[in-house]
């Protein structure tokens, strides 16, 4: 069936450092891939999304490109925050349109 | 305009007991979902209601498990005999249509079985 892999964490960094958080999917046909944030004592919020291969999604400075030949959605940053301390999930919604997937979620540190 | 809200927010109960979550989606949303987020995994799909269908209740993890939508509003998850493995946090979302728009997630409902 449909899946999402994410690295583990949790994940350490020191301010304006780069991030990659890693995402690999499994799905039949053409799904869409997002990333969810949960900041500290928040709800869940979409941060990106893509819905085809080869869209790039982005936004606050994070990007994720739609890989279909690597099944991938890694996620990116260049220069990390301390407010980008949080759990980030991968997200895929199945080519049915009928399950959504997330993967098991990376808490993210950034110290100043 | 106000957000996804789910009651009660806590939830304590003893083992054997039913009980019934409660989400109310924003206004307009056609879509809804619940997702069961126990500690220290990711979320669990459950269901999800395209206006007051729901097309596919696989993801339910037992027959004890049920939920309905009323008024393309309202959805209420009802869980039988709970057991000690149902404790976790039950979360609701809504988006406009479909999947692929953004889902906005409620507070959750934290179960406790005891």
């Known amino acids: 069936g449909d899946s999402v892999t994410q690295m583990e964490g949790p994940v350490t960094l020191s301010e304006e450092a780069c991030l990659t958080i890693n995402c690999t999917y499994t799905a039949t046909g053409y799904p869409s891939l997002f990333w969810y944030v949960q900041y500290p004592g928040e709800g869940l919020q979409l941060l990106l999304k893509?819905?085809?291969?080869?869209d790039k999604g982005s936004n606050k400075g994070f990007e994720a490109t739609y890989r279909k030949e690597t099944t991938s959605f890694h996620l990116e940053k260049g220069s990390v925050q301390v407010s980008d301390s949080a759990v980030y999930f991968c997200a895929l919604s199945a080519n049915t349109g009928n399950q959504f997937y997330f993967g098991t979620g990376t808490s993210l540190t950034v110290i100043p | 305009g106000a957000g996804v809200s789910q009651s009660p927010s806590n939830k304590v109960t003893e083992k054997g007991k039913d009980v019934e979550l409660r989400c109310d989606p924003i206004s307009g949303h056609t879509a809804l979902y619940w997702y069961r987020q126990s500690l220290g995994q990711g979320l669990e799909f459950l269901i999800y209601?395209?206006?007051?269908?729901?097309?596919?209740k696989s993801g339910l993890p037992s027959d004890r498990f049920s939920a309905e939508r009323t008024g393309g509003s309202v959805s209420t998850l009802t869980i039988q005999r709970t057991q000690q493995e149902d404790s976790a946090v039950y979360l609701c979302?809504?988006?406009?249509?479909?999947?692929?728009?953004?889902?906005?997630f409620g507070p959750g409902t934290r179960l406790t079985v005891l």
């Open positions: 979302a809504s988006s406009s249509v479909t999947f692929t728009d953004t889902q906005y």
């Open positions: 209601f395209q206006g007051n269908s729901a097309p596919d």
């Open positions: 893509a819905t085809k291969a080869d």
